[in-house]
C-alpha cells in the first residue's frame, strides 16, 4: 500500500475516551477544552477505516468523484458523515488521510485515480512544511524553500496523472496555511497557484478537537467545491 501510516488503520476502529492523551480529538487535548469537547454538537462518533485504511464506508459510492486531502479532508473531529465532502452535492470517494503531507497526497492521488478511474480529482493540500518520507509523517520541516520546491514537484505530479480529467484544488483555507513565521505564503500562492478554490471567510467553526473543520465550515468548503464538479 501507500505506506505504513495506512496499513495500520487498514479495518481499525477507535472511539476517543475521557482519559485519553495521545490524540488531538479528546477532551484533555481539544482546543476547546473539556466542557467545549463534552458540550459539542458532534458526540457519540467513532473513527473507522476501511481495508485501504481510508475512513470511507464500504462500498464505495458508485462515482466518478475522488477527493484527497489530510486530516481536514478525513475530518478529524467530527463524524465521517459530515466530512466536506458529503456537502458537495454528489457522491465522492472521500480518500483524505490524517496526517498526509503533500507528497503523501501526491501519492494518494496517483493511486486513486489507478484504482477508481474518475472524471474529477478534488484536493484539499496540506500545510507547506509538513511532509511524509519513506511514508512515514515526519516533524515540521523549517526548511521553507524546500518545502515549497517539495510543494511545487508534488503538484506538478498531480497535474500529470491528471491530464484530461476534471483536476479542482484548494489548500486548507488560506487563512490557516499562514505560519507566523512567514506571512508572504498567501502571496506564493498566488503566484503559483493562480487558478486554485479560495475559501476565505472571517467565521470559521471547528470540530470537537477546536482544531479542524466545523459544522458550518464542513458545508461551506462542500458547497465551494461543488459549484466547480
Not at 466536506?84 to 454528489?90: M, S
Request: net charge negative; with cysteine.
Amino acid at each position: 500500500m501507500l505506506n505504513e501510516e495506512l496499513d495500520i488503520r487498514k479495518n481499525t476502529s477507535y472511539s476517543p475516551k475521557p482519559n485519553d492523551t495521545w490524540m488531538m480529538d479528546c477532551p484533555k487535548n481539544s482546543h476547546l477544552g473539556i466542557q467545549g469537547w463534552e458540550n459539542h454538537i458532534w458526540q457519540n462518533f467513532s473513527y473507522t477505516y476501511n481495508e485501504d485504511g481510508f475512513r470511507t464506508k464500504f462500498p464505495y459510492p458508485d462515482t466518478d468523484i475522488i477527493a484527497v486531502g489530510d486530516s481536514f479532508t478525513e475530518h478529524h473531529g467530527g463524524p465521517e458523515e459530515e466530512q466536506w465532502t458529503q456537502h458537495v452535492g454528489k457522491p465522492v470517494i472521500n480518500l483524505g488521510m490524517d496526517g498526509a503531507g503533500n507528497d503523501t497526497i501526491a501519492d494518494i492521488v496517483e493511486w486513486g485515480v489507478n484504482k477508481f478511474n474518475p472524471k474529477t480529482v478534488l484536493v484539499m493540500f496540506s500545510y507547506l512544511h509538513r511532509y511524509n518520507e519513506n511514508g512515514k509523517f515526519k516533524a515540521d520541516d523549517t526548511n521553507h524553500k524546500r518545502c515549497q520546491e517539495r510543494m511545487l514537484f508534488n503538484f506538478n505530479r498531480i497535474v500529470e496523472c491528471t491530464k484530461g480529467l476534471n483536476f479542482i484544488y484548494s489548500f486548507i483555507p488560506d487563512k490557516l496555511i499562514i505560519r507566523e513565521d512567514n506571512w508572504a505564503d498567501i502571496d506564493w500562492l498566488d503566484n503559483n497557484f493562480p487558478k486554485r478554490l479560495k475559501i476565505v471567510t472571517d467565521k470559521w467553526d471547528y470540530g470537537r478537537d477546536g482544531h479542524h473543520f466545523g459544522p458550518d465550515a464542513v458545508r461551506l468548503i462542500g458547497y465551494n467545491f461543488g459549484r466547480l464538479v
